[in-house]
């Protein structure tokens, strides 16, 4: 019997995919395995994907606003819904010509993208379940309704700590998250990181990376941010002062499409993100040496943490 | 944009600030939503001072002779400061002139 129901879990929130068509192994990307789920959670949200025309006069009155308009994006807000539009523009991009209807609180979503037909659906290896060229756009206002946000990071799990690595361009995030891979350190996912408070926060791997496709379904008790700074030595060293931190993390924040209230709540979050977390300068060079400290560093707070400190 | 000292200036209705540590984080707004295209903006202490007096019921020279009352230096000078501030916060619409 063909389905056309799956369910696929991050950061907390379960999300229902139903399809006009049938789907096969090779609809959504290998990567999506790692996130499926049997069914509901606590938390669910739902897609419908269809491969017709919307027919958007339903979802537009007289209160619609163009909130957004460039070459691949076109956002559109009426009083219940938020409608995006995406088209693959540059011969890098990926995802489909797609338009996709957006409830109030994102919790029910209409996919529609009519170029694509049943066969092409059943091997497209589609990276977004909005077939979108990611979910990004989802998940961003998902999370700032729930104490969340997403930084421009890499995400690893070290010693059951969560460690996020960040930096301006060619810091050299890349470069360090291959030497603790190599170290045998679990990343949970490449440039995209997920952060949400739940008692405490904790960083959540999805299936939403930057160009390395390193993901993983797991999640971790934020402990530490590291500022990654080029160098021809290697030091870790805590930063103290709090206003540093907030101008190296608002660049680092991705920057949804998001209301006045919601900025407000996403500046509270990253306000709460480092009131409650170390953040250290981290200086290395190719050497490898940077990942002993590390493992030091955060070996260290495992023996304490167990020792009841 | 030139700046005049006599002229009224307030902050757009267009942003949202909060104050997170000593700093004052500004993020422009596009009718309501914030605009992804525009910078972020933060504010230091002296900033946030001059911020909180241009509420458009006083002209630029009264809020600098104020600022400079708050930090106890002269109105010569802090007013170049005050000034290339204006013009970098009119320059991104988080002011406007009265």
């Not at chain 2, 902050?11 to 605009?35: A, F, M, W, Y």
């Amino acid at each position: 019997m063909k389905t056309n129901i799956k369910y696929y879990k991050a950061v907390g929130i379960t999300i229902k995919v139903i399809s006009d068509f049938p789907f096969n192994e090779n609809t959504f990307h290998p990567k999506f395995k790692l996130f499926e789920v049997k069914g509901p959670g606590r938390e669910n949200i739902t897609i419908y994907q269809h491969f017709h025309l919307p027919d958007l006069s339903q979802y537009l009155d007289s209160s619609k606003k163009e909130i957004y308009k460039n070459a691949q994006w076109h956002i559109i807000q009426s009083e219940n819904y938020w409608i995006y539009k995406y088209t693959p523009v540059y011969p890098m991009d990926i995802g489909h010509p797609a338009t996709a209807i957006f409830n109030k609180d994102h919790s029910i979503i209409h996919t529609y993208s009519p170029g694509i037909d049943e066969k092409k659906y059943k091997n497209g290896c589609f990276e977004a379940l909005t077939l979108f060229n990611s979910d990004q756009i989802l998940f961003s206002k998902l999370l700032c309704n729930r104490k969340g946000l997403i930084l421009h990071s890499n995400g690893f799990d070290i010693y059951g700590n969560g460690i996020l690595i960040t930096g301006e361009s060619g810091a050299g995030k890349s470069t360090l998250s291959q030497m603790l891979k190599n170290k045998g350190f679990e990343i949970l996912c490449d440039d995209r990181m997920f952060i949400k408070k739940n008692k405490e926060f904790y960083i959540y791997g999805s299936w939403c990376h930057g160009t390395v496709p390193d993901v993983s379904p797991a999640i971790a008790p934020l402990k530490a941010i590291l500022f990654l700074e080029k160098s021809k030595n290697n030091s870790i060293q805590k930063i103290e002062n709090r206003s540093q931190i907030l101008q190296d993390l608002i660049t680092s924040l991705v920057r949804p499409f998001l209301s006045g209230q919601e900025w407000i709540s996403t500046l509270k979050t990253l306000e709460e993100i480092i009131n409650s977390t170390q953040c250290y300068k981290t200086k290395f060079d190719l050497s490898g040496e940077i990942c002993e400290l590390i493992d030091e560093l955060f070996h260290k707070d495992k023996n304490m943490r167990s020792n009841g400190c | 944009m030139a700046v005049n000292l006599k002229t009224y200036y307030k902050t757009s209705d267009q942003v949202i600030t909060r104050k997170i540590e000593d700093d004052l984080i500004i993020v422009p707004l596009n009718d309501g939503i914030g605009d992804l295209d525009a910078e972020m903006f933060s504010l230091n202490v002296t900033g946030i001072a001059i911020w909180e007096k241009l509420d458009g019921t006083k002209s630029l020279d009264t809020v600098i002779a104020e600022t400079a009352k708050d930090f106890n230096i002269s109105f010569d000078h802090i007013k170049e400061d005050v000034v290339e501030l204006v013009e970098k916060l009119l320059k991104l619409g988080f002011l406007v002139k009265l």
